[in-house]
């Protein structure tokens, strides 16, 4: 039998812990304190931030993230909680400005029996979506084809959304 072989050796990193801090810090709050410059910030404001997902379900995978660190929204003021709002009405604009998506799923896993990867710090997920993007390989192989680079999407939309908000706080 011939196989073909798929590599996502930046996987890798992700599977052996090697992303989370070795001082069991929040890598969350390590990201919302790294400088202004940092390639997988897309943009800030005043309560939450946006990064690309290192391990995407699909190109263009953001994440929207409180600087507080709390494990739930409930626990957010409301003035947070309306930055989250309006910061991912802008996500969404910059998404289809950079990939014209066809849809979004958008949602949170809050707490590790959801699924949560990093549950003590709430964080909500935007994912374009393409009629077909799922493909065979994710029925028969379990395994997800992402055509581009995490640094070339963080890229893509940095440049993006100083486009689209270029006299705003970002």
Known sequence: ??????????????????????????????????????????ARSQFVYVTVNLYPYNNGHVLILPYAHVSTPEALDPDALTDLALTTNRALAVLRDVYNPQAFNTGANIGAAAGAGIAAHYHFHIVPRWGGDVNFMAVVGETRVIPDTVENSARALKEAWKARYHDEHS
């Open 1 to 42: 039998m011939n196989f073909d072989h798929l590599y996502t050796p930046w996987r890798m990193n992700y599977i052996r812990g090697a992303t989370k801090p070795s001082d069991g810090s929040c890598v969350f709050c390590a990201l919302a304190a790294a400088d202004a410059d940092h390639p997988q910030v897309i």
